[in-house]
């Protein structure tokens, strides 16, 4: 649960700009397509556990981003066309890769997609013999303080270019720098939440608790703060009827 807790306060902050700058189907975009940057980097590395993985994830991300925002700008396909372009291409490369050249690793396309988020638990982090707690609740406790500092650090920016990009330019602000930097935290985002809950849940955590905020509040700080109550309390909610599914399974 508390794993639960910590992935979806994580996924909502920039889940919650995302809602506000109608993207959010950039967010599955990213998602889906962040698993070509994991194969490569785990052909060069041959290491699961290796950090390099977020990295090259979230470069693959950044590169859907890019490629996404020149077809637009050509101004001949729309950017739900443009974005329903590119990650699907991305994606199936992946996918490729993985069924021929890492087929005989435990990597496989199901445990990206969907994950599994009752395992965290098992996989620990240990130094030195000592046990240090499951290794997503790590994971994701570093993201959502990088999320943290880049909200606190840019509020302004970011606030300012959502709602009015041509005054956040003439205040000097470079409203296309904080779409990247805000891909970016989706990005790293989205890949440290893959190994707990998939890339299919990880855009409904993103997504679901910043729109059911918005239809709520109209402030802007409020809309987060509401957002990380809905999502901790669909955690709980979600773990709950689990395990009573569970138990009548069982009986």
């Known amino acids: 649960i508390f ?14 700009f995302l809602v506000l700058r109608r993207m959010s189907l950039m967010s599955d975009a990213v998602s889906h ?20 993985l977020i990295w090259g994830a979230s470069l693959v991300g950044l590169a859907t981003v890019f490629v996404t925002e020149w ?29 021929q050249l890492v087929g005989d690793i435990h990597f496989d396309a199901d445990c990206v997609l969907f994950g599994e988020i009752a395992y965290a638990p098992f996989d620990q ?19 959502l303080l990088f999320n943290l500092s880049c909200l606190l ?3 302004k920016e970011i606030k300012c270019t959502t709602f009015d990009p041509e005054c956040a330019h003439s205040l000097g602000f470079n409203p296309k720098y904080i779409h990247y930097g805000l ?27 910043p729109a059911t905020a918005l239809l709520m509040v109209s402030q802007l700080s409020s809309m987060i703060g509401l957002s ?16 009573l599914a569970e138990k009548k399974c069982s009986s």
């Open 71 to 99: 077809l637009i700008s050509t101004q001949r396909l729309k950017s739900d066309a443009a974005v329903g372009l590119v990650f699907p291409i991305f994606f199936s490369i992946g996918i490729i890769l993985i069924n």
């Open 125 to 143: 982090v240990k130094i030195f013999g000592h046990n240090w707690g499951p290794k997503a609740l790590w994971v994701m406790g570093f993201i």
């Open 183 to 209: 891909m970016t935290c989706t990005s790293i985002t989205a890949v440290g939440a893959f190994e707990s809950v998939g890339s299919i849940l990880v855009v409904a955590l993103m997504i679901v608790p």
């Open 33 to 52: 397509a962040s698993l070509l940057g994991i194969v490569l980097i785990f052909l060069v590395v041959k290491n699961l556990n290796s950090g390099w």
């Open 153 to 155: 650090l840019f509020y």
């Open 228 to 243: 990380m109550i809905f999502g901790t309390l669909s955690v709980i909610i979600g773990f709950g009827l689990s395990s």
């Open 3 to 16: 794993v639960g807790i910590i992935l979806v306060c994580a996924c909502v902050i920039p889940g919650s």
